[in-house]
């Protein structure tokens, strides 16, 4: 249909994390590297009109080789961000991840709970699809992220299907008068799941 906007959500290339550096600013590893050039002859199955990424360091190098690839520039949007689940390194997030699953309201202070969180990741995605209509977009965000918005479509995604999910996952969500619907996820080599 002529109005309906494509988005493509890409979960980002693996990272290396490290505690002296904050984790916005953590860069690809040398397999989120080589995932990024395949993610970006992936890509070009599809015809992508623009891309859109949080601005955390790892959203934005997934995305960059298929950019450069085909001559688009990433704009980055701050409410693709990652969801605040602690401030800091903490060695327990996992168990915190799964508290935040049973319980959307549940929030350490100063942090996000997953209904805020998947709220602030509904409205944006409806936004760009709004204001991109008939188009197909690439989004680029993060695991907990996608898999939050995702739940708002199909409330059986959930924490099980969170830690299934691989970098750098492709969910396909169409918008049509503005309802979201999501298709399929790929996987990096393209087969759909």
């Keep these: 249909m002529q109005?309906?906007?494509e988005l493509l959500l890409i979960r980002h290339a693996e990272?290396?994390?490290?505690?002296?550096?904050p984790?916005?600013?953590w860069p690809l590893s040398p397999t989120g590297v080589q995932q990024a050039q395949q993610l970006a002859a992936a890509l070009q199955r599809w015809k992508i009109d623009a891309v859109f990424a949080s601005p955390y360091a790892r959203a934005k190098a997934t995305?960059?080789?298929?950019?450069?690839a085909v001559g688009?520039?990433?704009h980055v949007i701050a409410d693709l961000r990652e969801r605040r689940l602690t401030e800091g390194r903490r060695d327990d997030w996992l168990t915190l991840l799964w508290q935040a699953w049973a319980d959307f309201n549940f929030a350490l202070p100063h942090c996000e709970s997953s209904y805020d969180c998947q709220q602030r990741m509904r409205h944006?995605?409806?936004q760009l699809a709004a204001n991109h209509r008939g188009q197909t977009l690439a989004v680029c965000s993060h695991g907990n992220a996608i898999a939050l918005y995702l739940n708002s479509i199909d409330n059986t995604f959930g924490f099980e299907a969170w830690a299934a999910m691989k970098n750098p996952d492709i969910f396909r969500v169409t918008y049509n008068a503005?309802?979201?619907f999501w298709h399929k996820s790929f996987t990096l080599n393209g087969a759909a799941e």
Aim: proline share 11%; with cysteine.
């Design 15 to 21: 990272s290396a994390p490290s505690r002296d550096i």
């Design 3 to 5: 109005d309906s906007t």
């Design 72 to 74: 688009l520039s990433v």
């Design 178 to 180: 503005g309802r979201p």
């Design 124 to 126: 944006c995605l409806e």
């Design 63 to 68: 995305v960059e080789p298929f950019t450069q």
């Design 23 to 25: 984790e916005a600013d």
